[in-house]
């Protein structure tokens, strides 16, 4: 789920510079990378580092990874636009958008100069079961957050983005085109099959809304994804329990990263423990079922 910490632990990663990935510099070409790379220096110079625009304190520039590869599964997944990025994509999926997948994470990889190849991308928690079947190796990072807590985020960087789409429509259609969805003007809900939510759908409040999609969430992936975690082909990670550096050096071992000095330096200089947001949490609880059980699984 966005706001649950996957970014900063996609960047803690990517500074053990061991890894491939989309980055920043690599739009607006991502189709032609290999041929853009030539160009791409000059087209953003020497920026230096700024704050996201999700009020996050998160620094990014050129060369940070984020979910660019979404415009992939966009662009060449039947019927994305008509079902929905939430389409539910299992081993049994007849596509080939794996091989298509493959040939831009090939040429992502000659360009970076790395073999391994780190994904940040939200939506693929509908896909995983495709992506094991399709790449074997890969090691799924499932990172959670307190529902409650990851819910009122939502709806501050939601309210936000409202905010710049009244300064700037282009905004949102920029963000549309990225396959950005979560939250702003164009904000699209998915919709699964569970039972374990609030009733909470015709609401006015934004935080009830986005704590009803977090329980949602959390069934769906109770209900097609306990065999992976139990296997360890899922790694669940609980954002919330993250203190120290120590906390993660598991999970680092888990991904076979060696450089774990440059990793130390990153986390250091920019990981913050995050408040739990006050409010009454005793009637959620009953709700949190599922939550707690991927929790069980945590490494952290």
């Known amino acids: 789920m966005p706001r649950s910490g996957t970014t900063f632990f996609t960047h803690l990663i990517n500074s053990s510079n061991e890894f491939s990935s989309f980055k920043y510099k690599d739009l607006p070409f991502y189709t032609i990378p290999i041929f853009w790379k030539y160009f791409s220096g000059i087209f953003y110079g020497n920026k230096r580092k700024i704050h996201r625009l999700h009020g996050d304190n998160l620094l990014i520039d050129k060369f940070s990874p984020d979910s660019f590869e979404e415009l992939i599964w966009k662009n060449y997944l039947p019927n994305y636009s008509d079902k929905g990025y939430w389409q539910y994509i299992d081993k049994d999926y007849l ?17 970076n100069k790395k073999n391994k190849y780190l994904s940040k991308n939200n939506n693929n928690i509908f896909r995983i079961k495709y992506i094991l079947s399709k790449f074997p190796n890969s090691k799924i990072i499932l990172i959670l957050r307190n529902p409650i807590d990851t819910s009122i985020s939502l709806s501050k960087v939601h309210k936000r983005f409202l905010k710049l789409h009244n300064l700037n429509n282009k905004f949102s259609d920029e963000l549309k085109l990225l396959g950005h969805e979560e939250f702003g003007y ?13 009733n909470y759908n015709r609401s006015n409040n934004e935080i009830k809304k986005y704590i009803n999609k977090c329980l949602e969430l959390n069934s769906f992936i109770v209900k097609n994804y306990m065999e992976e975690i139990k296997k360890g082909k899922i790694i669940v990670a609980d954002f919330d329990n993250l203190i120290k550096f120590n906390d993660i050096k598991l999970l680092l071992k888990k991904l076979n990263i060696s ?3 440059k990793v130390e330096e990153f986390f250091n200089k920019n990981f913050k423990k995050r408040d739990l947001y006050r409010l009454k949490r005793d009637y959620f609880e009953n709700f949190l079922k599922d939550y707690r059980i991927l929790q069980k699984y945590s490494l952290i």
Do not use: C, H, P, V
């Open 259 to 261: 450089n774990i000095k």
């Open 95 to 111: 596509g080939n958008i794996d091989k298509t997948l493959e040939f831009f994470i090939k040429k992502i990889i000659y360009i």
């Open 186 to 198: 164009n904000r699209k809900f998915f919709n699964l099959d569970n039972i374990n939510t609030l």
